[in-house]
């Protein structure tokens, strides 16, 4: 008995309920597959319609023309298709234990690795295609595992483990950057500054950063700096180092530098501070989550989005789409977008320009990832309703393709 | 303004809004797992259980015609550490745990890809922290029975060994593994006394726990279903009259022919300078072993009322190939189609004290189903093409309208 692709259709038609299928996996991986779309952003600012995107292999062969005899076809018609998203700052590794309570760190690596994979699996189901963790030793197995292209999760860019002021003075610094070059981490995590909760003052001497830096620029390497004030954030760009992240303190006059240098912004608006504020008591106790420190947080919402604000009026200024996801966020990186709109003013557009293609480029890898055009890597994601006109279909990434493999196809309820 | 999602609210939400109106799985060719086969009919899944199997279910949610729907498939004997390192060989010692839980991760994601809904590692402490990340519903993989460790030690008195088998409980294993033989390929002659063996099985009875029986001797083998153990593994030597013996008391045989030794032929260089296998004993596998388990395998079924179930021994290279053991069991030892998959279903589950749960299709069964392209009856390899997965009401792996699947009829 032969049965029809209309039969199919018809049948599929038929589905009515909103189905969540985790993490389903596709079968047909080994022919050609033909996406039919209707309305698709290329991650550059360009919107393609009613055309097939070819995809071979891990890659996006061409977008229209002759669909391949042999193809499988999937018709995302009814969605609106965007590269897959791109979080440059998500702590992947960090979770709530099985005490409930925050727990990402001083946990045997073995656990830490199990709920990793967690982590990794939300996030990919949430549209993120790769993401960058800055970082902590176990994301190497966690990266070195989903490369290897089984367990299902999104690429995995790891700085290791961070360096900060009391890494050593500048010769030492220089030694640590080639170290982590070594390790294996692909880029390097600075913290130049304290934490919002604590005022988010300089640590990291200038010149600790110019060595940091400068070392690492030497060796190929990226360095993404945690930096509040805007006076941390100042010696950073001056250091030379790639992306401020976080700067909830950064005035005009150092956004008008990072502009100059072409130094990325990384603002992270949507979804830490809120996320902290909602699991409040996972994170009671811990560290500086102490009340004191989370009434500063609450200030903070205010604060951030004022600066993102600002960062807005700096039209060259370069700003990539990271969230600080930790413990109780992945899998709801999408906020950080919706918080960027709705409340942040950002166009739309550009605001899927920052999570797709801008991106790409801060992570130096906009020649695999971050936008729809032959040769790139197969990374499509496809929401259900469209981001651009309503920002809460961010949060509907309903097909999911990473590198050419189906990992989502949630059936959508008519 | 406050953000209501509390965690996995995407996930949870959604799961919520499934969940009111059943799951409903249109069904042209249905295998029960017990040697029934049903025709275009409705299987109506809700709360992870099968709640009807009637044409009249209403609202289609997979088309699943022109496929053949079947219980997902339980692999009794499985070692899911194990893998190959950065190297390509055998992995004997990690890099790190982290590590070696990424592979475990894999094994157990690639065997449900492969239609094992239930698996039982025999055993390692890692098994229970790859069950225990699977529990938590996000990482797709089976349902993880584990030993956790393996009695084996011939130095321990019975009153050790029933020790070691409480602390077993204690510690949370599913079962026992007991290894009462050396390897095949080092003689195969039995290890544990048979006081040893009595000891160990006596105890796991009376802790409520079964026991799997790593053994080739045939004196070994009777001594273990005179015990009362649960199941022997492997068993290649075994005489006729110890198969006899294992029918009389209800002892379950789990004969691994198809896989495991094949696995290591064929990734001898993998194997070989690691652990003991040489090029030598890896010949002696592929000229003495197999042939000596297909004769064996044969002669277990003329063996009147003997209880054949399904394990694979799945090492490194064989994760994911788990279904060959089936294949090779009907192709080459002649067993029926029905009667394998029976024993990969119904009757596994039931040597696991399942049978109530898992492995058949039925109102109030666990909805562990699987789907493969092509008539299995007919062509045992359709076991290869698993085309939809679910595992407890929730879908790992499913036919889309692009995959432009045929029936092979």
């Known amino acids: ?344 003013g950002q166009d739309p557009m550009a605001a899927l320009e920052s999570a797709t293609s801008i991106s790409a480029e801060s992570l130096k890898m906009q020649d695999q990832i971050g936008s729809l055009a032959p040769g790139m890597l197969a990374d499509i994601i496809g929401f259900d309703g469209n981001p651009l006109q309503d920002v809460t279909a961010a949060r509907r990434a309903v097909f999911v393709m990473k590198g050419g493999k189906v990992f989502e196809n949630r059936r959508l309820s008519h | 303004m406050t953000l209501k999602y509390p965690v996995l609210a995407a996930l949870l939400i959604s799961c919520a809004l499934a969940q009111e109106q059943p799951i409903v799985l249109k069904v042209s060719t249905l295998l029960d797992g017990k040697g029934g086969v049903q025709h275009n009919t409705n299987i109506a899944v809700e709360g992870g259980k099968i709640l009807r199997i009637d044409p009249s279910n209403r609202g289609v949610t997979f088309d699943l015609t022109g496929l053949t729907v079947m219980p997902g498939l339980i692999d009794t004997h499985v070692h899911i550490g194990s893998h190959f390192g950065p190297d390509g060989k055998l992995a004997t010692r990690e890099d790190s745990q982290a590590s070696a839980m990424g592979y475990a991760m894999e094994n157990a994601y690639a065997d449900l890809m492969a239609g094992i809904t239930t698996l039982q590692s025999v055993g390692s402490p890692i098994d229970r922290d790859v069950r225990d990340a699977i529990n938590r519903g996000v990482l797709p993989g089976p349902r993880v029975l584990t030993s956790l460790r393996q009695i084996t030690d011939t130095r321990m008195t019975p009153e050790q060994i029933r020790e070691a088998i409480r602390q077993l409980k204690t510690d949370g294993a599913d079962l026992i593994k007991i290894f009462a033989s050396k390897n095949f390929r080092d003689g195969g002659a039995q290890t544990l006394s048979d006081e040893q063996i009595m000891a160990a099985c006596g105890e796991a009875r009376a802790q409520g726990l079964r026991t799997l029986v790593h053994v080739y001797s045939s004196h070994a083998i009777m001594t273990a279903s005179q015990a009362g153990c649960t199941s022997i593994e492997h068993g290649t030597l075994i005489s006729d009259e110890a198969l006899q013996s294992l029918a009389d008391h209800g002892t379950y045989f789990d004969p691994n022919i198809g896989v495991v030794a094949q696995n290591y032929v064929l990734n001898k260089a993998k194997f070989i300078g690691v652990s003991g296998f040489t090029e030598e004993s890896l010949k002696g596998t592929e000229t003495r072993l197999i042939p000596a388990s297909l004769e064996m395998f044969k002669r277990a079924l003329a063996t009147k009322g003997l209880k054949i179930v399904f394990g694979t021994d799945a090492v490194a290279g064989a994760h994911g190939r788990n279904v060959e053991e089936l294949i090779y069991r009907v192709e080459k030892g002649g067993q029926s189609p029905q009667t394998a998959i029976v024993s990969g279903t119904s009757l596994s589950a039931e040597s696991m004290s399942m049978g109530d749960k898992i492995g058949s299709l039925a109102p109030g069964m666990d909805a562990d189903i699987i789907a493969v392209d092509g008539d299995p009856l007919a062509d045992i390899t359709a076991l290869r093409r698993v085309v939809f997965v679910m595992k407890s009401g929730k879908v790992y792996k499913a036919p889309s309208a692009a995959d432009g699947r045929q029936a092979k009829r």
């Open chain 1, 1 to 344: 008995m032969m049965i029809s692709l209309r039969r199919i259709a018809g049948a599929a038609a038929l589905l009515l309920p909103l189905m969540v299928v985790a993490q389903v996996m596709l079968v047909a991986q080994d022919r050609p597959i033909v996406l039919k779309v209707s309305t698709a952003y290329d991650g550059k600012g360009k919107t393609i319609r009613n055309t097939t995107i070819i995809v071979e292999g891990s890659k996006i062969l061409r977008i229209g023309g002759a669909v391949p005899a042999d193809a499988a076809v999937y018709d995302l018609t009814a969605l609106t298709v965007s590269p897959g998203w791109i979080d440059t700052h998500s702590h992947i590794g960090y979770h709530f234990g099985d005490d409930g309570r925050n727990g990402g760190r001083g946990e045997a690596p073995a656990h830490a690795m199990l709920r990793g994979v967690d982590n990794a699996i939300l996030t990919l189901n949430a549209g993120f295609t790769t993401i960058q963790s800055p970082g902590q030793v176990t994301d190497k197995e966690l990266r070195d595992a989903i490369a290897r292209g089984i367990i299902p999760g999104p690429r995995i860019l790891t700085s290791l483990q961070p360096l900060m002021e009391t890494s050593g003075p500048p010769e030492k610094l220089r030694e640590l950057v080639r170290q982590r070059k070594q390790e294996g981490a692909d880029f390097i995590k600075l913290f130049a500054s304290k934490s919002i909760r604590e005022g988010g003052a300089q640590t990291m001497t200038d010149e600790q950063l110019q060595a940091a830096c400068g070392e690492a620029k030497a060796i190929g390497m990226r360095t993404i700096v945690h930096a509040h004030s805007a006076e941390s954030a100042k010696a950073a760009t001056l250091a030379g180092c790639t992306s401020i992240e976080h700067g909830a303190y950064v005035t005009d006059d150092v956004f008008a530098l990072m502009a100059e240098r072409g130094t990325y912004y990384d603002p992270n608006i949507g979804l830490v501070l809120q996320n902290y504020i909602e699991n409040k008591p996972k994170f009671l106790g811990s560290g500086n989550y102490n009340e004191e420190g989370f009434a500063f947080m609450e200030k903070g919402l205010a604060i951030t989005l004022a600066t993102f604000k600002k960062a807005l009026t700096h039209k060259t200024l370069k700003i990539v789409y990271g969230t600080d996801a930790v413990a109780g966020a992945h899998g709801r990186n999408f906020e950080e977008f919706i918080v960027r709109v709705r409340d942040g």
